[in-house]
């Protein structure tokens, strides 16, 4: 373990097939709350949350392969490709298996292995809340997906649009508190519907179905300053939040 920037670092590998992925942790005083970063081409995310760690502490699980957004295993001879935030149930390994690629049933025992040594190395089913890191690269997805005829409008409780803001730059939440205190502040904000929302194996219908809170806060690639601010958000809301005794946070 080592300092950078003033936080402590560590790797930890995971096989899949004949590839290594690492998860780099950064942390600082404490692990709660965690942020999970899983698309290793959302790098202003990750330099926000380290923001966020300096001036709050916490931790972050960043997955780090090959600089892309997608991951690429080679199983025997043959490559198979997958968005690591589709692979939290069958359904999603199937799907994304499909859509980067081939299918086979060897290629999904090894995904699932993954996702299941990921959930159990760093205990995310016993967090109290979970913080995803993401950030919009090319501009064909926004807060706008998600309102009534968007392509992404399955599954939504609530959305709240500030126009004012960057349409890029909005929260997506799984509890009903957590979207009234951000729409409160007059942020971006989605709600999901955790009974209605199609299951297509992402960490927010994966931790709604174990009823662990979970904010993704994304923003446009380069925001740096908007998507520190929504971290600030976050923080503050968790105090508050904390005050009235909704969960036990540690911070």
């Avoid at 994966?206 to 979970?214: D, E, L, R, V």
Wanted: glycine share 6%; charged share 25%; net charge negative.
């Amino acid at each position: 373990m080592k300092s950078v920037v003033g936080l402590m670092q560590m790797k930890e590998d995971f096989k899949i097939g004949d590839t290594t992925i690492h998860a780099i942790v950064h942390r600082k005083h404490v692990d709660q709350p965690t942020m999970l970063n899983v698309h290793d081409d959302e790098n202003t995310a990750v330099e926000a949350g380290k923001v966020s760690l300096i001036d709050d502490g916490g931790r972050i699980i960043e997955l780090v392969h090959s600089g892309k957004r997608l991951i690429t295993f080679t199983l025997g001879e043959t490559n198979y490709t997958f968005d690591p935030n589709r692979i939290f149930s069958d359904p999603g390994i199937i799907a994304t298996l499909k859509r980067h690629g081939s299918y086979s049933e060897e290629a999904h025992k090894e995904i699932a292995a993954f996702a299941n040594q990921y959930l159990n190395r760093f205990r995310l089913d016993q967090e109290p809340v979970i913080i995803a890191l993401h950030n919009v690269s090319d501009k064909t997805f926004s807060i706008e997906s998600f309102a009534a005829g968007g392509w992404l409008c399955a599954g939504i409780a609530e959305i709240h649009i500030n126009p004012s803001h960057s349409k890029f730059d909005f929260f997506f939440v799984t509890d009903k508190r957590f979207h009234t205190y951000l729409k409160e502040r007059d942020f971006n904000v989605v709600l999901q519907d955790n009974d209605q929302v199609p299951d297509d194996g992402s960490l927010s219908v994966y931790f709604a179905h174990k009823n662990i809170p979970y904010i993704n806060v994304e923003a446009e690639m380069g925001h740096l300053e908007s998507q520190i601010e929504m971290l600030k958000a976050v923080r503050g809301m968790l105090r508050t939040l904390r005050l009235e005794n909704y969960r036990d946070f540690d911070l």
